[in-house]
């Protein structure tokens, strides 16, 4: 680790995260089988609740995983 690298914090589950902000970046494809971006983007997506995350995503591994962004016309994509 150093002054630019951490590692992370995980949260012990006594926080309610679902709709709050969350941010996503990555060098990934801005259409879907385009090519990758030259520049680091980033996008805000609010968290899903649990039930909305397994609806949307049926193999999300709700007691590991969060999940982000519905029907804002804002996602990641491949390569993120």
Same mark, same amino acid.
């Given at each position: 680790?150093?002054?630019?690298?951490?590692?992370? *914090? %995980?949260? =012990?589950?006594s926080?309610?995260y679902?709709?709050?902000d969350?941010?996503?970046?990555?060098?990934?494809? &801005?259409?879907?089988?385009?090519?990758?971006?030259?520049? &680091?983007?980033?996008?805000?997506?609010?968290? &899903?609740?649990?039930?909305?995350?397994?609806?949307?995503?049926?193999?999300?591994?709700?007691t %590991?995983? &969060?999940c982000?962004? =519905?029907?804002?016309?804002? =996602?990641? *994509?491949?390569? =993120?």
């Open positions: 680790y150093s002054n630019q690298i951490n590692p992370v *914090c %995980i949260p =012990d589950g926080i309610i679902e709709g709050k969350s941010f996503a970046t990555g060098y990934g494809h &801005l259409v879907s089988d385009g090519t990758p971006s030259r520049y &680091l983007m980033e996008v805000n997506m609010k968290i &899903l609740t649990k039930e909305r995350c397994q609806q949307k995503f049926r193999s999300a591994n709700m %590991i995983e &969060l982000a962004g =519905d029907n804002e016309n804002k =996602d990641t *994509c491949q390569g =993120d």
